[in-house]
């Protein structure tokens, strides 16, 4: 399927000037989205087939559609930024595609042509720039995303799939206003095992950690921090962030890519980014211990969480049962600041792009 076969749709009812500016002036993250969804269907002796930009609405499934029942979904999220000219742009992309691809895999789904994921996300963005939010941190979030649907009763993979591109104009993640973010160590709950489908971007990831970050917040905390599922002490990552630690001697480390946590884009961009100003950056195993006493001596001097949706976030405390740690003075240090800025930058136009990761729109 050519990935310029689109077929667009008008909108028989898009939404009034004035009613999407008051929608975007302030939106909650993922609450408010645009009018148009990007579709494209999936058949065994077919293939990819009626790729559509079409007005945004309800899906009809039948009651024994099998995602329904046997969990084959996946999804991505990457943003479209507001450049210093104007113009939008995408960040990353093909790292989205291609890591869209490996979740199709793991989880015995069809394969998306690379060119083709990124011609859909371009459509979305060409179809709703209008809905940019002229807020702090303001983008179009965008969420690509596939599941099976074909109609049957038996565990096996799918012969039918629908992936669509929906748009939703966001803010900042975090509202809280806090200069940095409070994390809960869970010790009862564990993300993935190895062997499983950390890796993957997939809900089933997410819907078992919901139960862990739901006591967090009952605590009082912004977030959870998952432990390793055979020892339940080595750090893996948040419910939807990965997770770094920087050292007094100014080095940086990093839980491993061993199956069980999400390959973040933004994780690998930081990476990249501490290493091109000549930090090092360690992919090790951390073990909760180590971060609390290393805290406490001095050595520890900044934690941060990154992802998509929030960017950098700064660490500031840490509960593990009844006893809580500081990170450094509590709010947001200097390297993370430092990186953040610099991530920001490039995605935004405002400092150079050396490892071409901006695609314009």
Request: charged share 20%.
């Given at each position: 399927?050519?990935a310029?076969?689109f077929?667009?749709l008008?909108?028989?009812?898009?939404?009034?000037?004035?009613?999407?500016a008051?929608?975007i002036?302030?939106p909650?993250?993922?609450?408010?989205?645009?009018d148009?969804m990007v579709?494209i269907?999936y058949?065994?002796?077919i293939?990819?087939h009626?790729a559509?930009v079409m007005?945004r609405?309800?899906l009809s499934?039948?009651?024994?559609t099998?995602?329904?029942?046997?969990?084959?979904e996946?999804f991505?999220?990457?943003?479209?930024?507001r450049l210093?000219?104007?113009s939008?742009?995408l960040?990353?992309?093909?790292?989205?595609?291609?890591?869209f691809?490996?979740?199709a895999?793991?989880?015995a789904?069809a394969e998306?042509?690379?060119?083709?994921f990124i011609?859909?996300v371009k459509?979305a963005v060409?179809a709703?720039?209008?809905?940019?939010?002229?807020v702090a941190?303001?983008?179009l979030?965008l969420?690509?995303?596939?599941?099976a649907s074909?109609?049957?009763?038996g565990v096996?993979?799918?012969?039918e799939?629908h992936?669509?591109v929906?748009v939703s104009p966001?803010?900042?993640y975090?509202?809280s206003g806090?200069?940095a973010?409070s994390?809960w160590v869970s010790?009862?709950?564990?993300?993935a095992a190895?062997?499983?489908?950390?890796a993957?971007k997939?809900g089933?990831?997410?819907?078992a950690s919901?139960?862990?970050?739901?006591?967090?917040?009952?605590?009082?905390?912004?977030q959870?921090v998952?432990l390793?599922a055979?020892e339940?002490?080595?750090?893996?990552?948040l419910?939807?962030?990965n997770m770094?630690f920087v050292?007094d001697?100014g080095s940086?480390v990093?839980p491993?890519?061993?199956?069980?946590?999400l390959?973040?884009?933004?994780?690998?961009t930081?990476?990249t980014?501490?290493?091109d100003?000549?930090?090092?950056?360690?992919e090790e195993?951390y073990?909760i211990?180590q971060w609390?006493?290393n805290?406490q001596s001095?050595?520890l001097?900044e934690?941060f969480?990154?992802?998509?949706?929030?960017?950098?976030?700064?660490?500031?405390?840490?509960?593990?049962?009844?006893?809580?740690?500081t990170?450094?003075?509590?709010?947001?240090?200097?390297?993370t600041?430092?990186?953040?800025?610099?991530l920001?930058g490039?995605?935004?136009?405002?400092?150079?792009?050396?490892h071409g990761?901006v695609?314009?729109?």
């Open positions: 399927m050519l310029s076969a077929v667009r008008p909108h028989p009812n898009p939404t009034a000037d004035d009613v999407r008051a929608a002036a302030d909650q993250f993922g609450r408010v989205f645009t148009h579709s269907r058949k065994e002796g293939g990819w009626d559509k007005p609405g309800p499934l039948d009651p024994a099998a995602v329904l029942h046997y969990a084959q996946i991505e999220g990457l943003k479209a930024y210093d000219d104007g939008m742009a960040f990353r992309i093909e790292a989205n595609a291609a890591r691809n490996a979740s895999r793991r989880m789904m998306l042509p690379e060119e083709l011609a859909a459509e060409a709703d720039a209008d809905w940019f939010p002229p941190g303001g983008a979030y969420r690509p995303f596939m599941y074909e109609v049957f009763l096996k993979p799918a012969s799939y992936f669509l929906i966001v803010g900042n975090f509202k806090a200069p973010v994390l010790e009862d709950y564990t993300r190895p062997g499983g489908t950390g993957a997939c089933g990831n997410y819907a919901l139960i862990a970050q739901s006591e967090a917040i009952a605590k009082g905390h912004d959870v998952f390793d055979a339940h002490r080595w750090i893996e990552e419910g939807g962030m770094f050292m001697d940086i990093t491993p890519l061993t199956g069980t946590i390959p973040g884009i933004t994780r690998d930081i990476i980014l501490a290493r100003a000549g930090l090092a950056v360690r195993r073990a211990d609390q006493a805290a001095g050595k001097t934690s969480a990154c992802g998509t949706a929030a960017v950098v976030t700064p660490v500031g405390k840490v509960t593990r049962g009844d006893a809580s740690f990170i450094g003075a509590g709010g947001p240090g200097q390297v600041t430092m990186l953040k800025d610099r920001v490039i995605q935004r136009g405002l400092v150079p792009d050396p990761w695609t314009r729109l």
